[in-house]
């Protein structure tokens, strides 16, 4: 199957806690993006990469990393800078780098939970 | 600065009835505009989306949507609404000038809902 993955699919953080969500893809895709979704706030980005070794800072970064080591990896790391990090994150990917007519392909998300 | 609002926080439709659910956008230049679909706790699955051409596009699951130039608008319709068709609904645009901003400016969503 083509498509891209997350896990896990829930997650539980206690504060103070480092976490790291996986995202997979195996569409030969260039570009990648984590987004974070909270009720009524629609989709914020938070990074995005459109090729290896390279990322890009999104509108809501702060607290948040990422690597990209593997076209098909694209790693999110919720810090414990992050001061609200509960919400549902999705990971999308797209073809090609800089074509923003390319439709985002996105993964079935993963919910994060500070306890 | 790009923007997308959807002015409707949500839509209630009978089934069999017609469906339309709002959007307008402001970019500068040529706007690429998209919808997606979204069911509870799943990640966003593409409906469809306007890059030039023909203003009616048509995408998957029955749903079409106009481009209209002039209202600066993207309204995603269905002729015919079905039950599974309750979901939240987001419209995205971006802009054909971007530069080196290649983000998706997204609207808030509107949830549908489809009444028996």
Redesign the interface.
Known sequence: DGG?T?SPKYLFRKEGQNVTLSCEQNLNHD?MYWYRQDP??????IY?S?IVNDFQK??IAEGYSVSREKKESFPLTVTSAQKNPTA?Y?C?SSPRI?H??D???????T?LTVL | AQSVAQPEDQVNVAEGNPLTVKCTYSVSGNPYLFWYVQYPNRGLQFLLKYITGDNLVKGSYGFEAEFNKSQTSFHLKKPSALVSDSALYFCAVSAANAGNNRKLIWGLGTSLAVNP
């Open positions: 891209i997350q570009a009524g706030q629609g989709l914020r980005l995005y459109q999104g509108d549902f999705l999308a800089g923003f007519a439709t985002q392909y996105f993964g079935p998300g919910r």
